[in-house]
């Protein structure tokens, strides 16, 4: 049986370091490799161990007790969170790593909002326990509030900060401690039996809110028994009812071997997936496609690696089998590929096996695929919910030293963006510059050193820019008459269009316009002829000359004297009329607002605080965190740049921050 799952949290809780611990308890490797000494073996790009970071997403297979696992672990910094979303996309369960200090913090809902946008059931991990403030029964009640689930602790610690020695396990009732390599358990009786018989009775009882069986059995007085409490704890999760949560420091060796043992008791097998979410293409529909053994081959290739100029993609197989020297159907672009490779992965090591079986996750060697395509054996018109990226909110000019590099360096971009599908580059023939666009400064400092150590390119760089939306803060509406005789034939067309504002949804996707129609009786046609003409002009703006966001646009009349309903005629009159209405209705331009999380030593409070009001930033929240403070505001993006450095400065070092897209807004 295999379990597919993938690890995320906010960055610094200690994710990494426990896929670290992970592989060693299941003997993947025989030395642990520590992030801070850049030795990660899943930290393998070296802007990740250079850093101490996790960049791009990495898949590994582990054992464990007879069970395999297919692991993903995803970066924790908010400017690589595509790569959070593209491996959850295909992941059956997921653990949850939350710091003993910082509990929930703003990533870490980020995370939370993506798993339960794919309804992924998910377990929570509280690390580093061992430190100053961390305070397990605090995070817990955050995880109530702030996730509105109902945290189920199967391990609780014995001891506090420095004096955190083990775990208590509630299901075998026994306390845990461990040897410094962490690989011998030793079990012993609880010290404390009367606070542990209050802590499982109130856990049952919490469960009998949920499963009849559990309650009735309660009520009744019958022991309610280890097997009963796996059965009803595995069933409300796979429900999205509950949340199971271990606790340990992976760092310290402890309480790994359990959240392992809770992966393979309470996440789902790749055989619990009984239908999928896509699109028929034939209906223009969204629908369900059940699968089940009997199925013919469907995966979904979930992230792209270029390796030596050939495309590697990660794919996720979801029913059927493919060998080598089968082809398979890219269904999204129609073409056929030949398999010539299949690799499991272990980071960046690569072993070459010959069949894909169902629940697999591998690297198949394509020539056609890229992120978000759906493969199959037989041509169909359903293919696989593709994810959207969100477009990027920060650019920068770059150019290569010589002219003669310019060619190899548009190709390097090129290999870049299909690895990252966040990640734009555009060319400007007439000015004869490019353009780069991603997340934050982070994901472009990444992305320009990649270019330095991957394809040996030196480059220059601009100031970074950030990337401007606009819209309009009020309705209104506009017509125009296009006719024009050519000849004999006159061609005409007539289009009545209402600009209204929307609210700020926070997001801003390619290629998403809000149309409606009014106009009944009129040819299907028609309407896609003027659809196509806003839509050419709905992304360079009228104000400021960029793309319009939050914007709904209403089709109110439409006319043709003529009744031939000539393409060019509606098209005209439809750009101007939509024009007219949205210059009348006060556009305005919008900036990337943040969400700012600082955490800063406690002396250096108020030097932060005053520093940020000096950019305007709207102070939301300000709280204690043992020896340091949290502080959490809204921050126009342009504000924020070189912010790391000026942080440092004030902190004297000691201070950090993370910033998370929160909306386009007037600033």
């Known amino acids: 049986m295999i379990r597919n799952i993938g690890i995320a949290a906010h960055i610094d809780a200690g994710k990494t370091t426990l896929t670290e611990r992970i592989l060693y308890f299941t003997d993947k490797i025989h030395k642990i490799g520590e992030v801070h000494n850049g030795e990660a073996v ?37 400017d690589f969170t595509v790569e959070v979303e593209r491996c959850m996309r295909v992941m059956d369960g997921a653990v949850i790593v939350l710091c003993g200090v910082g509990g929930v913090e703003p990533q870490t809902e980020t995370v939370w909002e993506q798993v339960n946008r794919y309804n992924i059931p998910r377990i929570i991990f509280i690390n580093k326990l061992d430190r ?13 509030d702030k996730f509105k689930i109902l945290p189920i602790p199967l391990t609780f610690p014995v001891g506090e900060e420095k004096n955190f020695s083990g775990i208590t396990d509630l299901l075998e009732e026994k306390e845990v401690s461990y040897s410094s390599d962490g690989k011998e358990l030793f079990f012993s009786e609880i010290s404390c039996k009367d606070k542990f018989i209050d802590r499982k009775n109130n856990i049952i009882e919490k469960l009998s809110d949920f499963d009849i069986e559990i309650m009735e059995k309660y009520i009744e007085g019958v022991k309610i028994t280890k097997q009963d409490l796996l059965h009803s704890i595995k069933k409300l999760t796979l429900e999205l009812k509950i949340i199971p949560v271990f606790c340990g420091s992976s760092l310290k060796n402890k309480g790994v071997q359990h959240l392992l043992d809770g992966i393979i008791n309470f996440l789902p097998s790749p055989h619990y997936v ?36 050939r495309k590697i993609c990660y794919v996720r197989n979801y029913s059927g089998n493919i060998k080598i020297g089968e ?53 169909t018109d359903f293919i696989l919910e593709k994810i959207e990226f969100l477009n990027p909110v920060i650019s920068l000019a770059i150019e290569p030293f010589s002219m003669r590099e310019q060619e190899h360096l548009l190709e390097a971009l090129k290999f870049l963006s299909m690895e990252d599908p966040s990640f734009k580059y555009e060319f400007d023939e007439d000015i004869n510059q490019i353009i780069i666009s991603g997340m934050g400064e982070l994901h472009l400092e990444i992305m320009v050193n990649r270019l330095l150590n991957d394809y040996k390119l030196r480059v220059k760089t601009g100031k970074p820019q950030v990337v401007l939306r606009e819209t309009v803060t009020k309705e209104s509406y506009a017509e125009n008459e296009y006719s024009m005789k050519i000849e004999d034939d006159t061609l005409f067309g007539f ?32 309407n896609d002829f003027i659809k196509e003409g806003i ?53 305005v331009t919008l900036e990337p607002l ?40 809204n921050a126009s993006l342009s504000t924020l740049f070189g912010y790391t450095t000026v942080l440092r400065s004030i902190t004297k070092g000691k201070g950090n921050f993370t910033m998370l897209f929160k909306r386009y807004d007037i600033l």
């Not at 896509?278 to 081959?297: C, P």
């Not at 609210?503 to 996707?509: I, L």
């Not at 209403?554 to 098209?571: L, S």
């Open 495 to 526: 289009v009545g269009i209402l600009v209204e504002p929307l609210e700020r949804s926070g997001v801003d996707f390619s290629n998403k316009i809000y149309f409606d129609y009014d106009n009944n009786g009129i040819p299907e046609k028609v």
């Open 274 to 309: 009984k239908k999928l979410k896509g699109f028929n293409r034939k209906k223009g529909e969204d629908e369900l496609i059940f699968v089940s053994e009997k199925e013919e081959f469907m995966a979904y290739i979930f992230k792209v690696r270029i390796i030596d100029k």
């Open 594 to 633: 943040m969400e700012v999380t600082v955490i800063t030593p406690e002396e250096y409070t108020g030097d932060v605080i005053g520093n940020l009001n000096s950019k305007k930033a709207k102070i939301l929240n300000v709280e204690a965190q043992g020896d340091k403070t949290r502080i959490i505001c």
């Open 132 to 144: 100053v403030g961390a305070d397990f029964y605090r995070v817990l009640k955050e995880i109530e």
């Open 535 to 587: 839509t050419e002009v709905f992304f360079s703006g009228f104000y400021s000359g960029v793309p319009v966001i939050d914007t709904k646009v209403t089709v109110k009349k439409v006319f043709d004297k003529t009744c031939k309903f000539e393409k060019g005629a509606f098209k005209v009159a439809a750009i101007n009329a939509f024009k007219e209405a949205y210059l009348a209705a006060s556009p």
């Open 327 to 379: 082809s398979v159907i890219n269904l999204t672009t129609g073409k056929t590929n030949k398999i010539s490779k299949i690799y499991r992965f272990h980071a960046d090591k690569r072993e070459e096996i010959g069949a894909v079986n169902k629940g697999d996750v591998v690297g198949m060697l394509l020539k056609d695929g890229n992120t978000g395509d759906t493969l199959s054996k037989n041509k």
């Open 42 to 78: 899943m930290d393998y790009m070296e802007q990740e161990r250079e850093r101490g970071i996790t960049i791009s997403s990495a898949v590994t297979t582990v054992n464990w007790r007879g069970k395999q696992i297919n692991i993903v672990d995803t970066p924790g910094h908010v």
